[in-house]
């Protein structure tokens, strides 16, 4: 892929020559690269089934509580936010953790607090039928 050409015809790619010209570089000075001087893969961490399960049963919550405020479930929170909160509660961090976006900031006011005291058992999760439409609620 370092000839100009083969860069050119890659699918998704609209770039200039400079830029083209660039990326030959850098693949090619990759390449070229012994496989000792490679970077370490990005560990991956991969959810567990009952994390999973947990994960999923925080995300209808979440997007239930939305619906019901009046919240975009897309701005609230991703599913990695979510899986981050779950992780660090079952692993047992603290309450002030900069690197739980779910425990900082609005996020935390108007979402974190919720989805913190379902984990912790203090909240109960029922499904209701309201106006032939099931519905989520959330109570002490």
């Not at 701005?75 to 936010?81: D, E, G, I, R």
Request: glycine share 8%; aromatic share 2%; with cysteine.
């Amino acid at each position: 892929l370092t000839a100009r050409d083969e860069i050119r015809e890659l699918r998704g790619l609209n770039l200039s020559d400079k830029h083209i010209n660039q990326m030959g570089q850098v693949v090619a000075e990759a390449s070229a690269l012994p496989p000792e001087n490679w970077p370490e893969p990005a560990a991956r961490e991969f959810e567990l089934p009952r994390e999973e399960a947990i994960v999923g049963l925080l995300t209808a919550v979440l997007r239930s509580h939305c619906l019901d405020v009046g919240l975009a479930y897309g701005l609230a929170a991703t599913k990695q936010m979510i899986r981050n909160l779950a992780r660090h509660r079952a692993r047992g961090g603290s309450d002030d953790s900069p690197s739980v976006e779910l425990l900082n900031g609005w996020r935390e006011q108007t979402i974190g607090v919720l989805l913190d005291q379902i984990l912790a058992g203090k909240q109960k999760i029922e499904v209701l039928l309201s106006d032939g439409e099931h519905v989520i609620r959330v109570s002490n």
